[in-house]
């Protein structure tokens, strides 16, 4: 089935309750398009990024018309609604045990992932490195040449059907223990330095100027970002909450294949 006549048959299964049987089949045949990269929960049109809520929708029936059953992978025994996701030698994809990805997820050519785990819905594109004990969230779309680093949380998000997912384009780097949740966008070749924490409230403010610019729920392009504070005024006191600070812009020596060290080191912060 093409891709517009599964979103028929999915919006018209939404809209039934309950389901029944002869809703199995456009459900799983989504989940296997989503498995395959041929249909994706997010994707950039005219330069923004649009959510296919029917593809959010295949998901939750796919949850509620599966029932839980034993899965094995070698030594290792699940109890689970959803299977493992096989990758073959075919797919050129470098999986490290006990690396983890659900059937539903994509794995683009060239993926490589370390001891990790990649759910359903998400997306990842070619070249891209997920490190160890990185998670990359349910429907979070991971664009190519990206380099997630040990550690790394992206965050996922399958209700509200409208929320977009979070969004890591080409190139970015995320350094160790990053945190990015709530539909964050991290522009292309980004840098966040390590234990950077953005959600869809948290400012992202670039110092580079005279005057700070601040942005929410996005990193600029090519915008090297380190973890910073700012004061606010309580009933109690002033305290320190958490912001992220944009103190400069990757350079032509610092290219995707520079070291996260390297970038930040330009900018005077690394070791």
Not at 20 to 38: C, M
Not at 138 to 149: F, K, M, N, P, R
Not at 169 to 183: H, P, Q
Request: net charge negative; glycine share 10%; hydrophobic share 40%.
């Amino acid at each position: 089935m093409i891709a517009a006549d599964l979103e028929r048959l999915i919006e018209d299964a939404w809209e039934r309750s309950p389901l029944d049987a002869g809703d199995l089949e456009p459900v799983e045949a989504t989940i296997r398009a989503l498995d395959e990269g041929r249909v994706r929960v997010a994707e950039k049109r005219d330069d923004e990024w649009v959510v296919n809520e029917w593809v959010k929708k295949a998901i939750l029936l796919y949850f509620q018309l599966r029932g839980m059953e034993p899965l094995e992978a070698g030594p290792f025994a699940y109890l689970d609604k959803i299977p493992l996701k096989r990758v073959t030698a075919s797919d050129r994809v470098r999986v490290v045990p006990p690396a983890v990805a659900r059937y539903g997820s994509f794995l683009s050519e060239g993926v490589i992932l370390m001891p990790s785990y990649v759910n359903i819905g998400a997306w990842v594109g070619p070249r891209t490195m997920v490190d160890t004990w990185a998670t990359v969230g349910s429907c979070a779309q991971i664009g190519a040449d990206v380099h997630l680093a040990g550690g790394v949380g992206v965050g996922g998000v399958l209700e509200p059907l409208q929320a977009r997912p979070v969004i890591v384009e080409d190139g970015a780097f995320l350094g160790s223990r990053c945190i990015v949740t709530e539909g964050v966008v991290v522009g292309e070749e980004a840098v966040l330095g390590p234990n950077v924490s953005l959600t869809a409230s948290v400012p992202v403010i670039d110092v580079t100027g005279p005057e700070p610019v601040e942005h929410r729920g996005y990193v600029p392009p090519r915008s090297v970002v380190v973890p910073g504070t700012r004061p606010r005024e309580f009933p109690a006191g002033t305290v320190q909450l958490s912001c992220a600070l944009v103190i400069g812009q990757r350079t032509a020596s610092t290219d995707r294949r520079t070291s996260l060290n390297d970038a930040l080191r330009e900018h005077g912060i690394g070791a």
